[in-house]
Structures are given as C-alpha cells and as structure tokens.
Nanobody
C-alpha cells in the first residue's frame, strides 16, 4: 500500500512558477514509476508528466514539455513537479500518481493516486 500526499499548490499569476511535491509512504517508493496528472473543472483528466523508478527517464505531455520538470528523490520518498511559465489553462487540480509503468501512468491507470492540490493561474 502506498499513500501519496501532494502539496505546493496555490494561486499564481500567469508567467509565474510553482513547485509541487508529493510525499509517499511505504518502503517500495523507489520501485514505482511516479507521475502527475491534472483535472480542470468540467474537463477530462490529463496526463502531465512521469518519471522512471530510477529517475533516469522523464516523460511529458505536449502541454508540459519545455515548461514543467519532474524529478524525484528516492531517499526522501518524494516526487516533484517544477512548473514554470504558467498559463491560465494550467489551472487544475494536480494529482500525484504511482504505477508499474510509464504506459500505465500515461493511460491514467495508476495503482495509487493522491487527493490532489489546487493550482490556479490568474491572467
């Protein structure tokens, strides 16, 4: 069982930055592919980014590529999402997710996910 707790969301102006964190419980954190997805009001869930268990591979949606950076610290059981050049269309609840493969996370079929953290970008 893995529990995921996100933090770091908030209100930011367009062009600003936020860093989301996701703290995971359990001793098996380093075996999971970790990632983020988001959901805006009235919209479908959207894959944002994923990182391999070792941290050697990173994967992004087209909307996140070049602006967001995913990283992880296996010693701290934490995954991060650095978001720069934020746009109003990035406004959403951001969820941390954990799974067995990048494919599973891209398909939004994780084994575990958190409660989410709200990100609001004002224009």
């Amino acid at each position: 069982q893995v529990q995921l707790v996100e933090s770091g969301g908030g209100l930011v102006q367009a062009g600003g930055s936020l860093r989301l964190s996701c703290a995971a419980s359990g001793r098996t954190f380093s075996t999971y592919v970790m990632g983020w997805f988001r959901q805006a009001p009235g919209k479908e869930r959207e894959f944002v980014a994923a990182i391999s268990s070792s941290g050697g591979g990173t994967y992004y949606s087209d909307s996140a590529k070049g602006r967001f950076t995913i990283s992880r610290d296996n010693a701290k059981n934490t995954v991060y999402l650095q978001m720069n050049s934020l746009k109003p269309e990035d406004t959403a609840v951001y969820y941390c997710q954990a799974g067995a493969s990048v494919y599973a996370l891209r398909s939004l079929r994780p084994d575990y996910w958190g409660q989410g953290t709200q990100v609001t970008v004002s224009s």
